[in-house]
């Protein structure tokens, strides 16, 4: 047992039930200058012309107030978050301002009177939850942060009204002070954690040491950011939910304990094999209660835990009893920890492997844990909502989640009429049970802000959203004002790249594919839910939009972003055009046509470079600035280069599953793939002969492997160039040309 090998704590530990972080117990002098330092960092010395007051709570849910006093703005709420929102309101609706990852529009004058508030304003929400953030955000996107863009993002969570993020920076430091008291080795546990960009598959027990070995001082660094994290978060009126013990364990673990029951498992994806320790060990509830206490000292703890034990991992039976009693083991792992413990589980594994979980399985696993005792996510309602196919969870409360966003892509995409309707539709059907909260669960962020800005638009209203009068009021907070050709454009885009359809997720460009002559390869789907031609004229309104709006930095990220998607969707008409080309044998057609291709990718990399948005500069500039020595520098950079490229190791089945349009990987990677692609055509033309394609795939993998494992050349990490000058010229190039022979959706 555990408990026979040395495993103890130090007699200063403060056990949970004595560190409990609970918002109620936030004073009010802590809860104001937590709001007071988020206006301040926005604000700047505006802050003086606010007031921060307090306000109970609306029947027990979140509520905030704004008017206007002696020319001043007063703002209450009973939380920091809730003050935070009436913030976001003013700036929202009174001042036309807007702050959002991709675009900011917020102009303070130190000496400007503020805009006043008619009428008192009073918003109650009617969700308990406001849930934030999957696993996978925290490498598709977090990877490589510190604590000034964790401040900034925790800031937007309560502008936003997000009241429960899952926070598991640092858990990595929890568990190696946890194996390292039960006498495992460094060099043991070197094989067991993975490296920074691969946190997330590790924790949900996919892979082990990819990426590694990992850092002390990456554990040790980020136990201190972590700490920075939760204590900020719980400022703001925020409940944490903290990580839970999901039965992985390193593969020495029998070494160590000969006789526990660990099951071997493969996430089929290229990666060796993991060890799942059966909940049914005496062992596993053991490891969890010694894995709670050790986070509890050092992080504290809100009572909320995730866990989720067989992620795109089939489960050892399918006996819905077996299965009841793998669940009551792993909530009473939590509850032994922490009496008041609860158990939020995302709910992917019943939309990713719905031939294991029908009806008698899922319930089986959720009715072994007490209804007030756990938490349902339904990851992708907007995509397919479970709990219309699970009794709403069979009285769990949970809650309805966008996901949008896979693998960090970037692609202009969304539900945009289903996102506006869903969560209320949900909330007020008979048959929706416990829902108590809204979220955000995508799996990368940083694109496509209208998705998110409107999403979390229902925190603080109850019908059904307008989207097309929503679409006004997000226009004149990004733009400044609700240009005509502006609201045009965005019915367009909302009819086009946004009316979601029945794609799982956003089409990506052929450019980004490993070359090939098909339309599309196993991660790049290029189906498009729109007919191509019709997002034309939304590129033309926004080329007419007032100047104005134009120096905007909203705009600029927008008209950045759509002629992005027009030339990455004018990519599969030439290559449908150099394919037929080198099948005809028209050697001077095929060079024009691939000249021409390669010249597309270079010129949407010098568009992107004009943005901060679409740097990979700063996301390998950011990697190695972890690191203290030249060789974890090297550690890290291989980490980012490979998750948005190949993903695993040369054979990887998953390369280009978070494949990136950004400046510096178009032309350094995905041009140079293409360009070695055309060579090999052009020579076998030119010989008569027919390419060995199987080999081109072997070589090619090898040379992004060594691309991956490169590490000489610095990229940009400052935008450079115009936005506007850029755009402004690839529109005069491109528009004719892809109005005249832009391809049909496949």
């Not at 978050?81 to 807007?98: K, P, V």
């Not at 007032?546 to 008209?559: A, E, K, P, V």
């Amino acid at each position: 047992m555990i408990s026979r090998n040395c495993f103890f704590f130090l007699s200063g530990w403060i056990l949970l039930s004595q560190t409990g972080y609970a918002q109620e117990h936030t004073s009010w002098a802590t809860t104001q200058r937590s709001a007071e330092g988020l206006l301040r960092r926005i604000a700047g010395k505006q802050i003086s012309n606010f007031i921060i007051e307090p306000l109970s709570a609306d029947a027990g849910k979140d509520a905030f107030e704004l008017e206007s006093r002696k020319n001043k703005i007063v703002l209450r709420g009973n939380n920091g978050l809730a003050i935070a929102s009436a913030f976001n309101y003013y700036l929202n609706e009174y001042c036309h301002y807007q702050i959002t990852w991709n675009g900011e529009n917020v102009d303070f004058y130190p000496d400007e009177r503020l805009p006043a508030i008619p009428e008192k304003v009073h918003k109650a929400t009617s969700y308990d939850y406001r849930y934030y953030l999957n696993y996978c955000t925290f490498n598709y996107s977090m990877s490589w942060w510190d604590w000034p863009r964790w401040e900034k993002e925790i800031d937007w969570m309560a502008l936003h009204g997000i009241n429960m993020p899952l926070a598991i920076t640092g858990e990595e430091y929890t568990w190696y002070t946890v194996y390292k008291q039960m006498g495992f080795t460094d060099e043991e546990l070197g094989a067991f954690f993975s490296g920074p960009a691969y946190f997330a598959w590790s924790w949900m027990g996919n892979l082990d040491g990819w990426g590694g070995p990992l850092p002390l001082s990456w554990m040790q660094s980020h136990a201190e950011l972590q700490k920075k994290i939760v204590a900020r978060e719980r400022e703001l009126g925020m409940t944490p939910v903290l990580p839970a013990f999901t039965g992985h364990v390193p593969a020495s673990f029998k070494k160590h304990f000969p006789n526990a029951q660990c099951k071997q498992t493969n996430w089929k994806n290229g990666f060796a094999d993991t060890y799942i320790l059966d909940a049914a060990d005496p062992l596993f509830s053991e490891l969890g209660k010694k894995f709670l206490e050790a986070q509890t000292h050092l992080y504290g703890t809100d009572h909320l835990y995730s866990s989720d034990t067989f992620n795109e991992n089939e489960p050892p039976s399918d006996d819905p009893e077996a299965l009841a009693g793998l669940s009551r083991k792993i909530y009473e792992g939590m509850r032994d920890a922490d009496p008041q413990a609860v158990w939020v589980m995302q709910g992917w594994l019943f939309y990713s492997d719905r031939n294991f979980w029908k009806a008698p399985q899922i319930k089986a696993l959720l009715d072994a844990v007490p209804n007030d005792h756990m938490i349902l996510l339904d990851l992708a309602a907007e995509i397919e909502p479970i709990w219309k196919r699970t009794e709403a969870f069979y009285g769990k409360p949970w809650i309805w989640n966008m996901l949008h966003n896979f693998g960090g892509n970037i692609s202009m995409f969304g539900r945009m009429d289903e996102v506006a309707a869903g969560p209320v539709n949900a909330a007020h059907d008979p048959g929706a049970g416990k829902m108590k909260g809204i979220g955000l669960t995508m799996e990368g962020i940083e694109q496509n802000p209208v998705l998110y800005e409107l999403m979390m638009a229902h925190t603080w209203q109850d019908g059904v959203i307008d989207p097309d009068k929503w679409l006004v009021s997000y226009i004149t907070a990004r733009y400044g004002h609700p240009d005509k050709s502006a609201i045009k454009a965005w019915q367009i885009l909302r009819e086009t790249v946004y009316n979601g359809k029945e794609l799982r997720d956003g089409a990506e460009s052929i450019i980004t594919g490993r070359p090939t002559f098909s339309p599309s390869t196993t991660w790049t789907k290029t189906r498009l839910n729109y007919d191509p031609n019709a997002l034309l004229p939304a590129w033309d309104l926004f080329m007419d939009v007032s100047i104005s709006c134009r120096h905007h930095d909203g705009f600029q990220y927008d008209l950045a972003d759509l002629t992005r998607q027009v030339l990455a969707n004018y990519a599969g008409t030439l290559q449908e055009k150099w394919s037929r080309a080198y099948r005809e044998k028209d050697v001077q057609g095929f060079t024009e046509l691939s000249n021409r291709f390669v010249e597309l990718i270079e010129d949407m990399d010098e568009l992107l470079g004009t943005r901060k948005d679409f740097l990979l500069g700063t996301w390998l500039s950011e990697a190695r600035r972890w690191g203290t020595t030249p060789e974890q520098k090297d550690l890290y950079e291989r980490n980012a280069r490979d998750l948005i490229t190949l993903w695993g190791d040369v054979h990887s089945p998953l390369h280009e599953y978070s494949c990136r349009q950004w400046s510096g990987l178009l032309n350094d990677f995905y041009a140079k793939r293409w360009q070695k692609f055309f060579t090999l055509l052009l020579e076998n033309m030119d010989a008569g002969s027919h390419p060995d394609l199987d080999d081109f795939e072997k070589r090619i993998s090898e040379w992004e492997w060594r691309w991956v494992n490169s590490h000489n050349k610095e990229f940009p990490t400052q935008a450079s160039g115009k936005t506007l000058a850029v755009a402004d010229r690839l529109y005069s190039k491109y528009r004719k040309i892809i109005g005249k022979d832009m391809y049909k959706p496949h």
